[in-house]
């Protein structure tokens, strides 16, 4: 849910984010990849590259030597989508009443350290 919260701040200073790509450590699970796109209500794009963040090393590194124009050119040529996962909207409501528990639960805990 703290991934929601940052969504959530995002979409408030007006940045619109509709998909999330993950990468690396638990984000190589589909079970965690579902209960993120379920828990944020976000489509989660898995890419198809073993080590997601060395592409992207790697694409900066196209652009600095001159073999693509721009990121968006060296993203198009050297990686892909793999699979989609979207939330599911029968658990929306589940969701949305943990997501208030979870926040209240935060804010106890920011008031038992403010004493």
């Not at 050297?78 to 804010?107: I, K, T, W």
Request: with cysteine; glycine share 10%.
């Amino acid at each position: 849910y703290g991934a929601r919260q940052i969504l959530a701040a995002m979409h408030g200073r007006g940045i619109k984010i509709d998909t999330i790509a993950i990468s690396g450590g638990a984000g190589q699970s589909p079970l965690v990849r579902q209960l993120i796109a379920d828990s944020t209500g976000k489509v989660v794009y898995a890419p198809t590259s073993p080590e997601p963040v060395l592409l992207g090393s790697a694409m900066l590194g196209a652009v600095a030597a001159g073999r693509h124009s721009d990121l968006r050119a060296a993203m198009a040529a050297m990686s892909e989508v793999g699979e989609v996962y979207s939330p599911n909207a029968a658990l929306a409501a589940c969701h949305d009443r943990r997501f208030a528990a979870f926040e209240r639960l935060q804010a106890a805990a920011l008031s038992v350290l403010a004493v």
